[in-house]
């Protein structure tokens, strides 16, 4: 697992997730983001493991991924990318 702070860790995850303009939805757990996605195909299940992902699940165009007790910052860190990314359209 790399060990990356939830900033760096939310620039590999956006990526992973297939960028910004991909993710439709995001929320977490104690554990896991839970993001829904416009096309699975998009998402790298690669890029998700270097931002320290511990396991990447799919179902549908519902991905969770395990951070363990760092998904908290992880989310928020991300939620933050996706607003500079809204707000630059």
């Known amino acids: 697992m790399a060990n990356t702070s939830g900033g760096a860790a939310a ?3 956006a990526e992973g997730l ?6 439709v939805s995001l929320d977490s757990c104690l554990t ?4 829904t996605v416009r096309d699975p195909r ?7 493991g270097r931002s320290g992902a ?12 395990a951070y363990g007790p760092r998904a ?11 607003k500079a990314h809204k707000s630059a359209l």
Request: charged residues 25%; glycine residues 12%.
């Open 11 to 13: 620039k590999l995850a």
């Open 18 to 23: 297939g960028g910004g303009g991909n993710i």
């Open 32 to 35: 896991r983001l839970r993001v």
């Open 42 to 48: 998009a998402v790298s299940d690669s890029m998700l």
């Open 54 to 65: 511990l396991a990447v699940i799919r179902k549908g165009r519902t991905v969770e991924v």
């Open 72 to 82: 908290a910052a992880v989310k928020e860190s991300l939620e933050n990318i996706l």
